[in-house]
């Protein structure tokens, strides 16, 4: 059975940092691209960036809203991945979701596999 | 960045109705679109890949159509257990876009 189990959402100064975690299993971590989603109270899904796998080159791609204060890494001996974030803003507060974004045999940026979430709040 | 519009924003049914909700891209995605259903205080969970393919668990009265640029989720019947937010998002490109979400309520 495949699980993503996400951890380290806290409550958070504007401009400070924070470091998420998630550990997967129940598949083959070391193939597999992985991506982190997140959704505001009340609002939608977005896209926050992607890792490839490091036999495909282990790059990273972010969007825009996070792009040069976020940064996503793997573990893969520990098979985790994780989300650096930093000069956090309230707008990053969100729920957080670790996610599969391409397992071998599927489609990239499909989502058959999701966390439970964790919770990021920005606030003075 | 591929934009895609969901709508309704919501849709009220009543149990055992039907309910239409629309996806439209702003350019062509062929058939690289997915709908996740998200209730209250979950992850979203995949529903249909490919436009019209159903994911593992999820019976046939959830139906996609569609290509292109108009997708359609056709969900007959409804069950007390299908209200909850429909979100289409599209995959051919990187970001693969979501859409801002149709809630289907009672």
């Known amino acids: 059975e495949v699980q993503l189990v996400e951890s380290g959402g806290d409550l958070v100064k504007p401009g400070g940092s924070l470091r998420l975690s998630c550990a997967a299993s129940?598949?083959?971590?070391?193939?597999?691209?992985m991506s982190w989603v997140r959704q505001a109270p009340g609002k939608g899904l977005e896209w926050v960036g992607r890792i490839y796998s490091k036999t495909d080159g282990g790059r990273t791609d972010y969007a825009a809203p996070v792009k040069d204060r976020f940064t996503i890494s793997r573990d893969d001996s520990r098979n985790t991945v994780f989300l650096q974030m930093n000069s956090l803003t309230t707008e990053d507060t969100a729920v957080y979701y670790c996610?599969?974004?391409?397992?071998?045999?599927?489609?990239?940026?499909?989502?058959?596999?999701w966390g439970q979430g964790t919770l990021v709040t920005v606030s003075s | 960045e591929i934009v895609m519009t969901q709508s309704p924003a919501t849709l009220s049914v009543s149990p055992g109705e039907t309910a239409t909700l629309s996806c439209r891209a702003s350019?062509?995605?062929?058939?690289?679109l997915a709908w996740y259903q998200q209730k209250p205080g979950q992850a979203p969970r995949l529903l249909i890949f490919?436009?019209?393919t159903r994911a593992t668990g999820f019976p046939p009265r959830f139906s996609g159509s569609g290509s292109g640029t108009e997708f359609t989720l056709t969900i007959s019947s409804l069950q007390s257990e299908d209200f909850a937010v429909y979100y289409c998002?599209?995959?051919?490109?990187?970001?693969?876009?979501f859409g801002q979400g149709t809630k289907v309520e009672i």
């Open positions: 129940g598949f083959t971590f070391s193939n597999t691209w």
């Open positions: 490919g436009a019209s």
């Open positions: 996610t599969t974004y391409y397992l071998s045999g599927s489609s990239h940026g499909l989502i058959p596999y």
């Open positions: 350019q062509s995605v062929t058939s690289n």
């Open positions: 998002q599209q995959y051919i490109i990187w970001p693969p876009t």
